[in-house]
């Protein structure tokens, strides 16, 4: 069944190359990011789950 709803629709052959390109410039575009962010975005980043004072400068509970 799927191979006949397949070959139904024109220009199927398109598809799996398009997905394979997206695949490819997200992967290249994120690996690109990783390579041009700043480092000190990085370290703020790593260090948010553990900053107690950001948490408590940015906290909305009720004190």
């Known amino acids: 069944m799927q191979k ?3 070959t139904s629709i024109e220009n199927v052959e398109i598809y799996p ?4 390109l997206v695949f490819v410039l997200f992967f ?3 690996g690109w990011w990783v390579l ?3 480092k000190r975005y990085i370290d703020h980043m790593k260090s948010l789950p553990v900053d107690d004072d950001h948490q408590k400068e940015e906290s909305h509970e009720k004190k």
Do not use: A, F, Q, Y
């Not at 190359?17 to 394979?20: E, G, N, T, V």
């Open 17 to 20: 190359i398009i997905s394979l």
């Open 4 to 6: 006949e709803i397949l």
């Open 36 to 38: 041009r962010v700043d």
């Open 28 to 30: 290249v575009g994120m």
